[in-house]
């Protein structure tokens, strides 16, 4: 089967500054692969090249096939969590309906097939509980779960997930990340999820793109996830240290200084 | 002495009385202004659609930057004699591209309009200066004086609002995208610049109007308090709408049938009408959260 998104010598950077360069990466269908590496290292500029909104510097990018462009309807988008504020008037449900049909202009009527659809949307996410609760009185992962249905809308596929399990509780980062993979399981639909922690997806990940001071490696977890690896990434010492199923790594100079609240410095 | 001042009081309280409410002659009055009421209606509509995105997109403030800067294009208009409703629109129209191009983003937004509120407020006030003509025309503008706008320009406010309610409609929904989570709508194909610009425009044109009706400095009691009412007792995307609608009519038509008896101009009675329909509304989810809390104690 053919690669759902495929990187060819692909470069980017800003001025003088190299994010990544000869980048080659094929995702193929059903694929999990994690994006991590330190802030400023281009794992955002990675998902606008791929959603059409970042022309790549050298290279090629291809999505299914085709050259990516801007508001491809078979690429289903998860930001990061922002909280959505109390008095919006949006109920959980409404989430998922400007997923089906929000791009669309004209009057504002929402067809039968489409509050369906709905409902099948909300079912797939476990959010029919609170479908009809304003959006702003739901928890972050409740929110969170909401954009995953958004994103399912358009049937789509490849997820692209930009830190979504960010500033949720263990249990929703578990709920949230175990509803993607489920997703990648049953529909095959391939996942690029940038992250700065790997722990919450660890289990499911199938390769990890490591960016950091304009480098890369890819490779599954194993490969990549060692301390010789990071520290000819990093070019200075790191220790990759497992404990319990977890990853830990220590030493990395640009994670620590925005992680220095997290107890741990998270792959 | 004290029979006489008490006397005095109640003469004084009776005149008041007779300056704010008079509903002698109400029939004749009400079929000469009824044109107003017409305008003042549609407006009433529009303005409560067109405010749900107000609040949504936090533009209060851009709201009140655009109609100054209107308020200083229908001075310039009445100063040199050309149509002050066309004044007005370009007025507003300006503000509300310069606000659209430097401000995309809030904060910024919020910087130009600080900066642009008092430069407009300025113009439009030496413009008046310099105007020879009466001084009723002048307040007219910054107060309100739907009753004094003749038929054709009232014609010209109706079709503006008309434009606005069928734009707004066409671009609803991508719009209430936009204005939920502009990145992920951008990522579903959502044209959000475009967007944002279609409703800057809406909004300029709307201001003009509400300029014209309520004057430059109450133009939030129709633009922004009948939604921010709606969205204190509801969270339904069609109820706040219909809601924030049915506030904005009731505001601007009640304003209208109270004010003409009286002889004091009509923008308080509409600004009195949406502030109480907004404490109204606070009340009632004051109450409504009460009782939510309440069985939660009783159950834990």
Known sequence: MSAVLSLEGAALGFGDRTLWNGLNLDIAPGEFIAVLGPNGSGKTSMLKTVLGQQPLDSGSIRFACGPVRRGDRRIGYIPQQKLIGPGTPLRGRDLLTLGVNGHRFGLPFTRRAEREHVDALLEAVGATRYGNEPVGNLSGGEQQRLRVGQALAGDPLLLLCDEPLLSLDLQHQRGVSELIDRRRREHNTAVLFVTHDVNPILGMVDRILYLAGGQFRIGTPDEVLQSAVLTELYGTPVECIRIGGRVIVVGDPDAEAHHHHAGELPA | ?????????????????????????????????????????????VGGLVGVFVMQRDMAFAVHGISELSFAGAAAALLFGVNVVAGSVAGALIAALVIGVLGAKARDRN????????????????????????????????????????????????????VVLIGMLLIWRPLSFDSLDSDVAAARGVPTRFLSFAFMLLLGLIVAVSVQII???????????????????????????VLSVLFGLTAAVGGILLAIGGSLPISPYITTISFAIYVGCRLIAWGRGRRRVVPGYAGS
């Not at chain 2, 030496?126 to 025309?137: D, E, I, M, T, W």
């Not at chain 2, 004057?215 to 709408?241: D, E, Q």
Request: aromatic share 8%; glycine share 12%.
């Open chain 2, 1 to 45: 002495m004290s029979l006489a001042l008490i006397r005095l009081a109640e003469g004084d309280a009776g005149d008041l009385w007779s300056r704010m409410f008079d509903f002698s002659d109400y029939g004749a009055l009400l079929g000469l202004v009824s044109n107003s009421i017409i305008a003042a209606a549609v407006l009433g509509i």
């Open chain 2, 111 to 162: 910087s130009i309009v600080g900066v642009l509120m008092p430069f407009g407020l300025g113009l439009g006030i030496l413009f008046l200066a310099l105007y020879p003509g009466r001084s009723a025309n002048k307040f007219g503008l910054l107060t309100g004086q739907i009753v004094s706008v003749d038929d054709p320009q009232l014609g010209w406010l109706i079709g503006m609002s008309l």
């Open chain 2, 215 to 241: 004057g430059a400095l109450l133009v939030l009691a129709l633009l922004v308090t009948p939604a921010a009412a709606a969205m204190r007792v509801s969270s339904s995307p069609l109820l706040v709408p």
